[in-house]
Structure formats: C-alpha cells, structure tokens
C-alpha cells in the first residue's frame, strides 16, 4: 500500500522556540495532506487541510500563525509550530489524501515542549 | 457533543469474535472509515465501506452499516493478541475525502489470553 512518512517520530524542545515536522508521500502524489493533533483520551481533531501550491485551509479555533503550514512540492507537507509552549505538547499526525479517497497516515510526532 | 462516539473500551477473549460499534450523525458522510492504532504506530486503514452499501466483508473483517441508525460496526472473527489495539471509526466529512475525516475517539480492543 502507500506510504507516508512522518518526521521526526519524537521531539523535545525548549518552550519559545519553533519545530518543524515533515510529512511525505514516498511512493504516490498528494494535492491534499492533512494535519492531525490527538490529545489524551480524544479523538483526532482535524488542525488544518494543506493543498499544493496555495494556502492551507484551517479549522475554526487553530492559530494559522502559530501552526504554519507549507506544502511546496507533490509528496511534501511541512507543519511548523511557532514560538512552542507546554500546552502545544501532543501527538501530531499528517496523512495524504490518494485519489481523492483513501487518507493514508504518517506514522505521528510525538512532541514535549519544556 | 462528539459528531462520531465509540466505547472507549472492548476486552475479548483470543479467538472470539471483537464487535467494535460506532454511531455517527452526518448523514451525508459518503465513506466511512475503520482505522487501526498499534502501540506507537500511526493510523493503518483497515477498511472503509461506502454509504450506499450495508455490508463489506475482507477475510477476517466484517463491516455492516445501518444507514437509518447511523450505525456502524467492526467485527473481527477470531481475534487474535495482534488484534490489540486502538481502532478508530472516522467518517469523511461534508465535502468528501478531500475535506478531511470526522474521527471518533477509538475503542482500546485488550485481549484476554
């Protein structure tokens, strides 16, 4: 099947600074990628729609510009989190949409922020 | 409240049947999704049905929608220690696959030996 690989798997960083996750579609094109956050004991909650070559879409309630999303290429999506703080601490998770149908997941970023 | 609800918990024993159950409220959803979430892995799509269709079977996975209820269910035949995990039902939202998925908060499949 497909693959999608997330990067890094596990992240600590200092509070005030920014971290860089990246998803890729290693083996298919994805207009459309996906970014997930799982909080303990609750369901995925969709962050934001990213498209290629124009301007991710965010749901009601995610700061664009603390979440900054840049999906430059086919089988590349980048999500930024400005300025970190503690309670940014969760399990982040992209997924590609192939064919318009079927979302395959990266395997998710774990991230602390101390 | 949440737009997709599954128990949070299911324990069976090794080599029964798993019934996983799900509800969902949007009416309009046109897949529906059963995912899969090993210890420290990312999601896995198990097996995903359309809204037109009540029963979609894959080996040892049944799945079975009851579009008047919004209802629908995972069974998995003879449920091995593999099987454990967390399985989460999500169904597409409004506009289709390409505006994401609705998921619910999955159910922790414990196998009892």
């Known amino acids: 099947g497909a693959v999608v690989s997330q990067h890094p798997s596990r992240v600590i960083c200092k509070s005030g600074t920014s971290v860089k996750i990246e998803c890729r579609s290693l083996?298919?094109?994805?207009?459309?990628m996906f970014w997930y956050r799982q909080f303990p004991k609750k369901s995925l909650m969709l962050m934001a729609t990213s498209n290629e070559g124009s301007k991710a879409t965010y749901e009601q309630g995610v700061e664009k510009d603390k979440f900054l999303i840049n999906h430059a290429s086919l089988t590349l999506s980048t999500l930024t989190v400005t300025s970190a703080h503690p309670e940014d601490s969760s399990f982040y998770i992209c997924?590609?949409?192939?064919?318009?149908?079927?979302?395959?997941f990266g395997q998710g970023t774990r991230l602390t922020v101390v | 409240g949440e737009d997709v609800e599954q128990s949070l918990f299911l324990s069976v024993r090794e080599g029964d049947s798993s019934v996983i159950n799900c509800t969902y409220t949007d009416s309009s959803s046109t897949y529906l999704y059963w995912y899969k979430q090993e210890p420290g892995a990312g999601l896995q799509l198990l097996t995903y049905i359309f809204s037109n269709m009540d029963m979609k079977q894959d080996q040892r996975l049944t799945v079975l929608l009851n579009k008047k209820d919004k209802h629908l269910s995972l069974r998995i035949a003879d449920t091995q220690t593999g099987d454990s995990a967390i399985y989460f039902c999500?169904?597409?939202?409004?506009?289709?696959?390409?505006?994401?998925?609705?998921f619910g908060k999955g159910t922790h499949l414990i196998i009892q030996p």
């Open positions: 999500a169904e597409s939202r409004p506009g289709g696959g390409a505006d994401g998925l609705t």
């Open positions: 083996d298919f094109q994805a207009t459309t």
């Open positions: 997924s590609a949409l192939l064919l318009n149908t079927e979302a395959f």
